[in-house]
């Protein structure tokens, strides 16, 4: 929603200082100069970028124009989710957590909670873990050292939309460069021409260098920082799950090992711990 209410406001100050300055909007509506940036810019993302990571790109451009998933609300589903897990791993054992690991789908405890059972890579980050809790011969040290290099991966994976997004972003200005020399280039085949008409053709090339600047730096870039911020927020579920998991593995009673989880949790985000204690309640 942010996003679009930012747009929203690039467009009003831009093109409102323009009109205040009594500039004609007209002269901003050049086709061709739209057509070499905009289509320059996604031939380039094309030529950049794989498959996978351009759908991965269009997904999380998508999901930037909707609430972010994550809240405090989002959290405390996961630390009652954890907490409920624990439980039945301190009551029946590890085995007893076999029938909900390998069928989260039909758990009754993953049931509880969708939005954690669509997401995934948070789904399979906490049951490929809790399995091998379940086969066992893992020490806490190396469980925590192996879901450390998940995580780094993730968040490799994750950091490549904002980043190749950056990259085109910065290619922009270039774009508008380009259209503007193409424009000047016209624009001498008409050196002859009356001034009214050389004045025209010149500010309709200066239009490529706007443009190009104007996307840049007010939609693109902002864009990429958003999914970078995005794809940190999401590593930061997963650093919760491991502090929770590996507080367990070491044998804590699993209202500290949720704590541990909730500690790791940023400020914007982390429930006090009366608000998550009261869910635990509720979760039990």
Do not use: C
Not at 267 to 282: V, W
């Amino acid at each position: 929603m942010f996003v679009i209410i930012g747009i929203v406001i690039v467009l009003v100050a831009v093109l409102g200082g323009f009109a205040i300055e009594g500039g004609p909007f007209l002269v901003l509506i050049q086709y061709a100069e739209f057509l070499i940036i905009i289509g320059a810019s996604i031939g380039a993302l094309l030529i950049s970028t794989p498959s996978k990571t351009l759908s991965k790109i269009l997904k999380k451009l998508t999901g930037t124009f909707k609430n972010g998933k994550i809240n405090e609300k989002f959290y405390l589903d996961l630390l009652r989710l954890l907490y409920e897990l624990f439980q039945v791993g301190q009551k029946e054992g590890v085995i007893g957590l076999e029938q909900h690991v390998e069928s989260p789908e039909k758990s009754k405890v993953f049931s509880k909670y969708p939005e954690l059972l669509k997401d995934k890579n948070v789904l399979d980050f906490l049951t490929d873990t809790m399995r091998l809790l379940i086969v066992g011969g893992a020490e806490p040290f190396d469980l925590e050292g192996l879901m450390d290099a998940d995580i780094e991966t993730h968040h490799q994976e994750g950091s490549k939309p904002g980043m190749i997004l950056q990259k085109i972003g910065d290619s922009m200005p270039g774009l508008g460069i380009v259209a503007a020399v193409l424009g000047i280039v016209i624009t001498m085949q008409a050196i002859d021409g009356p001034p009214q008409e050389i004045g025209h053709k010149v500010a309709a090339a200066l239009v490529g260098t706007f443009l190009g600047v104007l996307m840049s730096y007010g939609f693109v870039q902002p864009l990429a920082t958003n999914l970078d911020i995005s794809a940190e927020e999401e590593a930061r579920m997963f650093e919760a799950i491991k502090a929770g998991v590996v507080a367990f593995a070491k044998g804590m009673q699993p209202l500290i090992a949720v704590e541990f989880a909730r500690r790791t949790i940023y400020h914007d985000h982390r429930p006090s711990f009366q608000e998550m204690e009261s869910a635990l309640k509720g979760a039990k």
